[in-house]
């Protein structure tokens, strides 16, 4: 496996001066970004995929051990307050369980039944997507996980940064990021987790584009949980709907918080019409403003 050997280029590396070790550290997360690039194919396919699952009431569930299962679920805690995505439409599986969060668990991800099991007890179904990811592709528990939500009829991703990997083999849709020898070798928190980060990113990110939550590039699902979100919300509200300060507060304040109704508010719709107005165009905000044009 290319994550697990030491590439020629690299030996000696300790006795190099610190700055020449920083280049090739910072050269790694350069060819990490490269991988994703390569792979933009394969992720645009697993986003319009996971879409329609997400339109049928599914849920994405991230499943992963160690630094991918961490990284998996910084992306999913993420689409909450950026996209008000509902937290009951998350699941996270990592092997381990929560206490792997923070610490290493001894042999959790060799533990197939583990996998399977926790696949089980979330009760995955046929509308669910299964995000599943490992950098070497062979982990067993992340593997098992994934045949089982497939068993139980969900969508499928795989995403290793290795080529012909288990875990791809496994996958409905399979996202290969070859990212090759780390510059420490098998230490794949480095550009192999770089990848995987910005992958699940790009794929969560375009998901919620293609859902409606993203509008002009706003984040107009956003919850507005603290003072700047609040602000963020009010500077949204005055471009996309073209009116001052005190019209956006007061549509905001109308409708508890939220944008996308308030944006309708503010273009003359009542609260109730606004949400009306966007639950017929599919929560899609532009499709709104055009029906009411």
């Known amino acids: 496996m290319s994550t697990e050997s030491v590439g020629a280029r690299y030996r000696g590396l300790d006795a190099w001066p610190s700055r020449d070790i920083l280049d090739v550290f910072i050269e790694g997360q350069m060819t990490a970004i490269a991988a994703v690039r390569a792979a933009a194919a394969q992720i645009e396919a697993a986003a319009e995929a996971v879409t329609v699952r997400m339109r049928a009431g599914g849920r994405l569930v991230y499943v992963g051990a160690g630094t991918s299962g961490r990284l998996a679920l910084l992306d999913g805690v993420e689409l909450m307050p950026t996209f008000d995505w509902p937290d009951d439409r998350v699941v996270y599986l990592i092997a381990g369980g929560e206490k792997a969060l923070t610490r290493a668990v001894e042999g959790a991800e060799d533990d197939r039944d583990a996998g399977k099991r926790d696949i089980l007890n979330a009760r995955v179904d046929a509308k669910d997507a299964v995000i599943a990811v490992a950098a070497s592709g062979t982990t067993p528990y992340t593997i098992a996980a994934l045949e089982a939500g497939r068993a139980a009829g969900a969508l499928g991703i795989g995403i290793a940064n290795n080529a ?102 503010a273009k003359g719709l009542t609260p109730d019409a606004a949400e009306r107005a966007l639950a017929q165009a599919g929560g899609s905000l532009r499709q709104a403003l055009k029906a009411i044009a």
Do not use: F
């Open 164 to 265: 012909a990997a288990a875990l791809l083999t496994a996958a409905e849709l399979p996202i290969l990021l070859d990212t090759g020898p780390e510059a420490i070798g098998g230490s794949t928190r480095m550009k192999a987790g770089t990848a995987q980060k910005a992958t699940l990113n790009l794929l969560s990110s375009l998901v919620m584009t293609r859902l409606g939550r993203v509008h002009d590039g706003y984040m107009v699902d956003l919850r507005a949980t603290n003072l700047k979100l609040r602000k963020r919300s009010e500077r949204m509200l005055m471009d996309i709907a073209d009116v001052g300060a005190e019209t956006a507060r007061d549509a905001l304040r109308r409708c508890n918080g939220k944008v996308k109704p308030a944006v309708l508010v």
